[in-house]
């Protein structure tokens, strides 16, 4: 049963971070197509997809910073953390993990800059939006999970 829960953990987990990118790559395709429109520039579903495309393999592979393992280390921090001291608190696990899933980009766009001269590590968090766009992808991600440790307290 042990070992079950585990391995259900890990696909969560898993399905986090594949939703995490596809929301980053998103939003970043969503930035650029909006840029392109105002300057008048025809926009084809085609062009569309292949932006899209293009931006979630440049996330997962072409970056100069491995912006998926950061991401994933950083929810698994956070999300430990988040197990360990939800035993003493009465917030529903959904909103706990809504919390370290927003707290992992808060640490991601605010944090880590300081530490590398103020670069951001994803290109969506150079403005303020962007930041606060990451922060809530994180919390969606988070919430996901959190949902799933309710499910699974629950036996379903």
Known sequence: ???????????????????????IAFHSSLLNLIWLASIKMPITISASLTMFIGDVEGLLFNGAFPVPILISMLYAITFIFTAVIRRWTVFPAR???????????????????????????????????????????????????????????NGK
Request: glycine fraction near 6%; aromatic fraction near 12%.
């Open 1 to 23: 049963k042990m070992f079950k829960t585990i391995l259900k953990s890990l696909f969560h987990f898993l399905i986090v971070l594949v939703l995490t990118m596809f929301l």
């Open 95 to 153: 909103v706990m993990y809504a919390v370290a899933g927003a707290f992992t980009f808060i640490i991601i766009t605010l944090v880590l800059p300081l530490l590398v001269n103020n670069i951001d590590l994803i290109a969506n968090a150079r403005s303020s939006n962007g930041k606060l766009t990451l922060i809530i992808i994180g919390a969606i991600a988070g919430l996901y999970f959190g949902s799933f440790v309710e499910r699974s307290k």
